[in-house]
């Protein structure tokens, strides 16, 4: 977590290799990224960003994109990602055309398109770049349950700036200009009484009970 411009979406885009350090390194498991080939890498992470890309064709071929899936493999991550239902009251269901860039769907209902994509190839990593920004509370819970329950094998990377989306992540990561300031699970932070506690208190406007 962190303001705008901190530095979190750059460190995002440095681990998938969209950019190249100009000092220090990137390690993965120990080891430097320069290790590994960048099909490697981007084949074992799946990213979904706060503005999925939706190419002008059905819902299906947008998840299945440069994949392979049975069926059920398909409406296990439209499950997971909370857009089996929304997608079952559509006239054309799976085949319903999303328009030039998912033009014809909610902001919410591209968000889960592209967290299906991404979980449909299983990914070792799971990355959301403010992926839940365009959600509902409730629908957020309910991906969050999801993602939880079936991820014993998969880590995950969430930047966000509402505070409840990571409140439960093992480590909670703050940055400040480039840096990291703090880290610590939530309940350390708010008793640290620094960036993430004044941010917490902002956005909930009482530190009591937690």
């Known amino acids: 977590m962190g303001h ?3 530095g979190k979406t ?5 681990l998938m290799r969209y950019y190249t350090p100009t000092s220090g390194r990137v390690l993965i498991n120990g080891r430097s990224i320069d290790d590994y080939t960048l099909d490697s890498v981007r084949d074992k992470i799946g990213f979904v960003s706060q503005e999925p890309f939706l190419f002008y064709g059905s819902i299906k ?3 299945i994109y440069n994949q392979t899936a049975t069926d059920k493999e398909l409406r296990r991550a439209l ?7 929304f997608i079952q009251e559509l006239e054309d269901k799976l085949d319903t055309m999303v328009g030039d860039r998912g033009a014809k769907l909610s902001g919410g209902q591209r968000a889960r398109v592209s967290l299906a994509r991404a979980l449909l190839k299983q990914p070792s990593l799971l990355i959301l770049d403010e992926a839940s920004s365009a959600l509902d509370a409730e629908t957020e819970r309910r991906i969050q349950e999801n993602l939880i329950a079936s991820g ?3 880590a995950t990377i969430a930047v966000a700036h509402r505070l409840s989306t990571i409140r439960n992540a093992d480590e909670i990561v703050c940055m400040v200009d480039g840096a990291v300031v703090e880290r610590g699970k939530h309940d350390e932070l708010v008793a640290a009484e620094g960036v993430y506690a004044s941010q917490w208190t902002i956005q909930t406007g009482d530190m009591a009970g937690l």
């Open 79 to 85: 499950e997971l990602a909370g857009a089996w239902e």
């Open 4 to 6: 705008t411009g901190a």
């Open 152 to 154: 014993s094998n998969r």
């Open 61 to 63: 071929d947008n998840v």
């Open 10 to 14: 750059t460190i995002l885009k440095l």
